[in-house]
């Protein structure tokens, strides 16, 4: 079985919808395996975007993602990584499909409610990032 990190942005975290996306995950097939809220550091951010450090909305990005608390989640099911990234939509909401996440509960590029894996192999960065195996059922 496969499995992918996601992240309950500050936007949509902020708007309690957190249970609403969790439960889109569940209804999908995905299971939740391990999920917490945490308020990342700006030295935290940093380094989990760090792929973006040298574009132009990095320091952007940043600033959002430690504006308040975000719930990561690993999600496990068949084709984990593929299956969160249709549940989300497009990065930018405005061209994201009606019936996604992003679609349904984003604002902007910015506040784009959710973040997702973008491999198999990201997944395992990123999980660990967040998770210790002992965390993780
Ligand atoms: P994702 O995998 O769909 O989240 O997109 P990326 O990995 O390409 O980008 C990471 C995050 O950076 C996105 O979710 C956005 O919040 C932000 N981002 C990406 N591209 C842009 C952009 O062109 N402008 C701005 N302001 N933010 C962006």
Redesign the pocket.
């Known amino acids: 079985m496969e499995k992918t990190l996601s992240i309950i942005?500050p936007d949509a975290v902020a708007k309690n919808i957190v249970g609403e996306i969790l439960n889109r995950f569940e209804k999908a097939g995905l299971k939740i395996s391990a999920t917490k809220k945490i308020r990342l550091s700006k030295i935290d951010a940093k380094n989990f975007?760090e792929?973006?450090k040298d574009?132009?909305?990095f320091n952007?990005?940043v600033d959002?993602m430690v504006s308040g608390p975000v719930v990561a989640t690993v999600l496990e099911g068949e084709n984990a990584v593929f299956k969160n990234?249709e549940l989300?939509g497009?990065?930018?909401p405005k061209e994201a499909k009606v019936g996604t996440i992003r679609a349904d509960f984003a604002d902007?590029?910015?506040?784009?409610a959710?973040?997702?894996s973008?491999s198999e192999e990201n997944a395992k960065i990123e999980i660990g990032f967040f998770f210790a195996k002992k965390e993780i059922f």
Do not use: C, Q
């Open positions: 942005k975007y792929v973006h574009r132009p909305f952007d990005l959002f990234r989300m497009e990065t930018n902007s590029i910015d506040a784009n959710v973040h997702g973008d």
